[in-house]
T-cell receptor, first 113, second 113 residues
Framework: AQSVTQLDSQVPVFEEAPVELRCNYS??????LFWYVQYPNQGLQLLLK??????LVESINGFEAEFNKSQTSFHLRKPSVHISDTAEYFC???????????FGAGTTVTVRA | DAGVIQSPRHEVTEMGQEVTLRCKPI?????LFWYRQTMMRGLELLIY????????DSGMPEDRFSAKMPNASFSTLKIQPSEPRDSAVYFC???????????FGQGTRLTVV
């Protein structure tokens, strides 16, 4: 079985400040890891993913996440946020031989000027 | 490609009525998922189809819920009879063979009064 824990449900942050969203997972087998973003009244969009190789993955809009196998974590970071980053962020895990995506409860990021 | 298309975007219905949600997956994708999103339970996988065949429906809450995929380009999720506790956002997602992430539609916001 696998579960995904997002440790923060709400993260308020000022514009141009850094942000970190924490994600931990439990799995006894190799996994694929994802961060999805959901803007208000929208569907989920893939932000970035870790499949294999370099443990640091980046998105095109400045987010990055680092896979830490020993700590079973996949925290998401951005060094300087914009108002437009206000959204809900979901961490998701998929076992290597499984079709299911298991989602965390989500973290709502609110960026204020 | 237009992405995963869901209809309607919003549905308000009275308790006891039948509700049908529709989904058109991305062309060429052979996996299709129905998810339900609520504040209390987050994102839950309801059912998974592969090559139009239901593989896992263990997430379907009860017999009032049913899903079909008559062909590779169309799926429906039906609730009969609907109840207020079915109020949620229902997402359809699709994935191509061998890919790890799912591509989500915009969702259908269902309100049962």
């Amino acid at each position: 079985a696998q579960s995904v824990t997002q440790l923060d449900s709400q993260v308020p942050v000022f514009e141009e400040a850094p942000v970190e969203l924490r994600c931990n997972y439990s799995s006894s087998v190799s996994v694929y890891l994802f961060w999805y973003v959901q803007y208000p009244n929208q569907g989920l969009q893939l932000l970035l993913k870790y499949l294999s190789g370099s443990t640091l993955v980046e998105s095109i809009n400045g987010f990055e996440a680092e896979f830490n196998k020993s700590q079973t974590s996949f925290h998401l970071r951005k060094p300087s946020v914009h108002i437009s980053d206000t959204a809900e962020y979901f961490c998701a895990v998929r076992r290597g031989n499984d079709y299911k995506l298991s989602f965390g409860a989500g973290t709502t990021v609110t960026v204020r000027a | 490609d237009a992405g995963v298309i869901q209809s309607p975007r919003h549905e308000v219905t009275e308790m006891g009525q039948e509700v049908t949600l529709r989904c058109k997956p991305i062309s060429g994708h052979n996996s299709l998922f129905w998810y339900r999103q609520t504040m209390m339970r987050g994102l839950e996988l309801l059912i998974y189809f592969n090559n139009n065949v239901p593989i896992d429906d263990s997430g379907m809450p009860e017999d009032r819920f049913s899903a079909k995929m008559p062909n590779a380009s169309f799926s429906t999720l039906k609730i009969q009879p609907s109840e207020p506790r079915d109020s949620a956002v229902y997402f359809c997602a699709s994935s191509p063979q061998g890919h790890t992430e799912a591509f989500f539609g915009q969702g259908t916001r269902l309100t049962v009064v």
